[in-house]
């Protein structure tokens, strides 16, 4: 089966480092969403694109995230500086739309932890 | 956004059939009706979803009310595997955007 990549699969850094987090989608699909999860919150979108433009990036904190699709193998997810209540899972997801719905796909997700 | 409500946990003993209830009264008519589910210290992952129409896979069937204001998962036979957060999504074309909102799911525990 295809899969989302997802890099790194942990993370461990300092507080105002800069972090990086990559995902590959599915070769193919035209759709790309980030998410986070924390116990707390739960599941919460970030951004996420369609043919690499960004829809909606309204979840993600604007003054120190930022999500792009350099190209369709390649959604990148960076936080500077990070803080330690940035600790969480990323995921990435990514899935065919062609005017109807589709199922999407995620990858197993970044788990990165800021001290 | 349209919203979804689920229980908050349910019980199923292993290899009997499990139906996972999902209420979502202002479904609008172009929404589609998604189920992930995660497993521990996993990623979500597709389970199945449709329109109006009941559908099939080999994971789950999915059994949608004539007036489309609530859905019901059913897992056939409950294996340990399927022990997992199951989330009930509504996602359409609304602005062309197709973009899942995960509630809080309901935690399935399944008894050996």
């Known amino acids: 089966d295809a899969r989302v990549t997802q890099t790194p699969r942990h993370k461990v850094t300092e507080m105002g480092q800069e972090v990086t987090m990559r995902c590959q989608p599915i070769?193919?699909?035209?759709?790309v969403f980030w998410y986070r999860q924390t116990m707390m919150q739960g599941l919460e979108l970030l951004a996420y694109f369609r043919n690499r433009a960004p829809l909606d990036d309204s979840g993600m904190p604007k003054d120190r995230f930022s999500a792009e699709m350099p190209d369709a193998t390649l959604a990148t997810l960076k936080i500077q500086p990070s803080e330690p209540r940035d600790s969480a899972v990323y995921f990435c997801?990514?899935?065919?739309?062609?005017?109807?719905?589709?199922?999407?796909?995620f990858g197993s997700g970044t788990r990165l932890t800021v001290v | 956004d349209a919203k979804t409500t689920q229980p908050n946990s349910m019980e199923s003993n292993e290899e009997e059939p499990v139906h996972l209830p999902c209420n979502h009264s202002?479904?609008?008519?172009?929404?589609?009706i998604h189920w992930y589910r995660q497993l521990p210290s996993q990623g979500p992952e597709y389970v199945i979803h449709?329109?109006?129409s009941n559908v099939n896979n080999r994971m789950a069937s999915l059994a949608i009310a004539e007036d489309r204001k609530s859905s019901t998962l059913i897992l056939h036979r409950a294996t340990l595997r399927d022990a997992a957060v199951y989330y009930c999504i509504l996602s359409g074309s609304g602005a062309g955007s197709y973009q899942l909102t995960f509630g809080k799911g309901t935690k399935l525990s399944v008894i050996p």
């Open positions: 449709g329109l109006t």
């Open positions: 070769l193919g699909h035209n759709t």
């Open positions: 997801a990514s899935g065919l739309v062609q005017g109807r719905t589709a199922g999407y796909t």
């Open positions: 202002t479904i609008s008519g172009t929404d589609y």
